[in-house]
């Protein structure tokens, strides 16, 4: 006989046949295996790998789950493969990005495309953050910015991290 119940394979199939497109799937948050998957692009270039590496613990200790990408392949074998993957969002750190004084956070589904600038000073609050993150006052955001938590601590912990590597170097 065969078992006809709800599996895990059935749910994640079901997911992935509503939440596609044509580079793969794109998890919702809720169900997502990891919430953010850090690209090091360049991994093999020192500063690269040491701002990376401490975006992956910052993120780490505040509880979110990441993925770390630190392969050395190209940033489009990279970036194909997180598409792949289809976790929400993507942070990545690359020389150009870490030169610019920023770390791109991008969402899977394409909506949302943000380069948050060394600011002068921190965010006062989560709501300065997510005013700054719609484009009020920070040329560097575009798309429209999910009210999500994840999406508010990555913002925020990247914003605090440049300037905290800024303020280091």
Do not use: T
């Amino acid at each position: 006989m065969g078992c006809y119940g709800i599996g895990v394979g059935r749910l994640a199939a079901s997911i992935c046949e509503a939440h596609h497109d044509d580079y793969g799937p794109i998890w919702p948050l809720a169900v997502a295996p990891w919430q953010v998957h850090l690209c090091a692009v360049r991994a093999d270039d020192a500063e690269v790998q040491a701002y990376a590496d401490k975006l992956y613990e910052k993120l780490q200790d505040k509880g979110v789950e990441v993925i770390y990408d630190d392969r050395k392949v190209s940033a489009g074998v990279m970036f194909s493969d997180a598409d792949l993957i289809g976790v929400p969002y993507r942070a990545i750190v690359s020389p150009r990005n870490i030169k610019q004084n920023i770390i791109e956070i991008v969402s899977r589904d394409k909506s949302l495309s943000i380069k948050p600038h060394r600011m002068q000073q921190r965010p006062h609050s989560q709501n300065d953050a997510l005013r700054l993150s719609r484009g009020e006052g920070n040329r560097g955001c575009s798309g429209n910015v999910p009210g999500m938590v994840v999406f508010r601590l990555l913002l925020n912990l990247c914003q605090e991290f440049v300037i905290i590597s800024i303020s280091e170097a």
